[in-house]
């Protein structure tokens, strides 16, 4: 079956950091077969060049999928922690509720509503905090997989300074994650990642039982917190006495990797960057959740100049909603208000919103735009009728492709979103959106 969506299309096949831009069709063709990509470029040629259903979606944009490099599954329903700290926010607001997933039926539910929350944004494919709880892991991965959702996720060890019930011992910690991991990872579009808390929940024996589960299964991901509040170094130093810094901590056990994913990094030093840049490790730049925790200014002309990857994430319920183009407007508010900050244009808030992500996980292969090949992931935005969003954007139309983006970042909203398509099927309906 060939579909050809047509409408205005933008995607960012080369990383404008590193001198790409925005390639951008006002009246183009995406033709999709067998949930690929089979061609982009301006409908009138695709229009004489191949035969299909023509989906019209003229009126918005089609973006590539968007990813997600941070976001926690168990934490749906807690927006609107105001007033705390990150580690009272975790006391009082996080962990009673994630000590609940125990319950299988309670984690099924918000399995649900967070893939569907992450769809009916747009995001097709994200790294996934997950619970504390194999069962609850289960029933996250079984779900991922009946909505096509490619997702990097694992069951979270801890065994200090959270809630008793959320600690797990050393073997418990290794045995479940690696019973997950031969389970899922791998399977379809899903792998799985060691997620240690962070080092302040985590004695040598997690870090121990991470490095011997990716012995057993060396392409495992790992995914952490790390550099995420100012005394963070302080608390380490005397949590890990012999650690030289943050970093060292995950280094030492041989987690510091080209498939490792450190949330936040806002603190880090020269040299932590330096080798993590040399690892190819990557960061997921939560800006919402920064400046809604409190915890600061992500270093972004740093992590450039050491070469440490990152792209965006949303840190849900540390951070303030599931949409990654609010992300990119508030990574662009925050280095606007730095004064080393990175000045980011509309392709590179794109680039980091998409295919920064896909590189970071090494997917870069399957998503991340739209070129031959790939998995058809689309975001169709579409200005809900009669709002200012549809005001500016229509103006922007007459202007250039990189404002209509700009426009995009600044105003989507939820409301939105007109269609999501994962390997080329429309799933809105199918989730009981729109
Ligand atoms: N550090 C450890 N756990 C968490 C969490 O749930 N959210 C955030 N933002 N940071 C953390
Ligand atoms: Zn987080």
Not at 158 to 170: A, G, M, T
Not at 202 to 220: F, G, K, V
Not at 261 to 270: K, L, M, Q, S, V
Request: net charge negative; charged share 25%; proline share 4%.
């Amino acid at each position: 079956m060939r579909h050809i969506l047509r409408g205005t299309i933008l995607h960012t096949p080369q990383n404008p950091f590193e001198g790409g831009r925005l390639e951008s069709f006002a009246d183009g063709g995406l033709v999709v077969e067998g949930g690929r990509v089979l061609e982009l470029g301006d409908y009138p040629e695709i229009a004489k060049a191949y035969q299909g259903e023509v989906v019209d979606l003229r009126g918005g944009l089609i973006l590539p999928g968007f990813v997600d490099l941070h976001v926690h599954y168990p934490q749906v329903r807690l927006f609107g922690g105001l007033g705390l700290r990150l580690l009272d926010w975790l006391e009082h607001n996080t962990l009673p509720h994630e000590a609940r997933f125990s319950d299988v039926e309670f984690a099924r539910a918000q399995a649900k509503e967070f893939l569907r929350g992450m769809l009916r944004n747009g995001t097709t494919t994200a790294v996934v905090f997950g619970a504390h709880f194999a069962g609850a892991m289960e029933e996250f991965f079984r779900e991922a997989e009946a909505t096509g959702f490619r997702a990097v996720s694992g069951m979270v060890i801890s065994d200090r300074n959270l809630r008793p019930e959320l600690h797990v011992s050393k073997a418990q910690a290794l045995e479940q994650s690696l019973e997950l991991a031969r389970r899922w990872h791998g399977r379809g579009k899903l792998r799985y990642a060691l997620e240690p808390r962070f080092a302040i929940s985590c004695s040598e024996a997690m870090m121990e039982a991470c490095r011997e589960a990716m012995q057993e299964i060396p392409d495992l991901y790992l995914h952490t917190h790390l550099n995420e509040i100012l005394d963070e170094p302080d608390i380490i130093r005397e949590l890990y006495p012999w650690s030289r810094d943050r970093v060292h901590t995950y280094e030492h056990y041989g987690l510091l990797g080209q498939r490792s994913i450190f949330a936040h990094n806002i603190c880090p030093t020269d040299s932590e960057l330096e080798r993590m840049g040399a690892a190819k490790a990557s960061v997921a730049h939560c800006p919402c959740s920064h400046a809604y925790t409190g915890a600061g200014f992500f270093p972004m002309r740093r992590h450039l100049e050491a070469a440490v990857r990152f792209g965006l994430g949303t840190d849900i319920a540390g951070g303030t909603g599931f949409g990654i183009l609010k992300e990119g407007l508030e990574a662009y508010k925050m280095q606007n208000l730095m004064q080393d900050g990175v000045r980011l244009e509309p392709a590179h808030l794109l680039y980091l919103a998409t295919l920064a992500g896909a590189e970071a996980i090494g997917v870069a292969e399957e998503v991340g735009d739209f070129s031959a090949g790939k998995a058809a992931d689309v975001v169709y935005v579409r200005p809900a009728e009669n709002s200012s969003f549809a005001v500016a954007l229509d103006h922007a139309r007459d202007q250039s492709p990189e404002r209509m983006l700009a426009v995009a970042f600044t105003m989507c909203s939820e409301a939105d979103m007109g269609e999501v398509f994962v390997d080329g099927r429309p799933v809105f309906a199918q989730l009981g959106i729109g």
